[in-house]
């Protein structure tokens, strides 16, 4: 008697062990988050410019998601509001290496493609150079 309630403890505490490290060992069910809003909204994202095509009318930009750099590449609506340094200008006036904040649409593709973004309002941001540390 004292022998099976030993060895159904020790049963149930592997069981109970092995589900433990199981689920946390486990890889997350979910992919990470697109940038796009839900329902084609439009959205927001602060980014560094990596690339610019004029000709194909497409922007690179690369923004930091938790701990990681995420790379994503839009189309630029022909009536794209561009501002640079307070201004108005054509894609041609970004650089890479420019800090923008991106007003961008998703597009939906198709049923098991990502949507596509479509930049809206693309506007340099300045920064105050303090010099140092706060």
């Known amino acids: 008697m004292k022998r099976t309630s030993i060895l159904s403890g020790l049963i149930l505490t592997l069981a109970l062990l092995a589900l433990a490290f199981g689920a946390r060992s486990s890889p997350p069910a979910s992919t990470p988050?697109?940038?796009?809003?839900?329902?084609?909204?439009?959205?927001?994202?602060?980014?560094?410019?990596?690339?610019?095509?004029?000709?194909?009318?497409?922007?690179?930009?690369?923004?930091?998601?938790?701990?990681?750099?995420?790379?994503?590449?839009?189309?630029?609506?022909?009536?794209?509001?561009?501002?640079?340094g307070g201004s108005q200008t054509d894609l041609k006036g970004l650089k890479p290496g420019s800090i923008v904040r991106v007003r961008y649409q998703p597009v939906a593709a198709g049923p098991k493609t990502p949507a596509r973004l479509v930049a809206t309002a693309i506007e340099t941001v300045q920064f105050q150079d303090d010099g140092g540390a706060r």
Do not use: F, H
């Open 33 to 84: 988050p697109e940038p796009a809003a839900a329902g084609g909204e439009p959205a927001y994202l602060n980014c560094t410019v990596r690339a610019v095509d004029t000709k194909a009318s497409t922007l690179e930009v690369i923004t930091g998601v938790g701990y990681a750099l995420r790379q994503y590449r839009m189309s630029v609506a022909p009536a794209c509001s561009i501002t640079v």
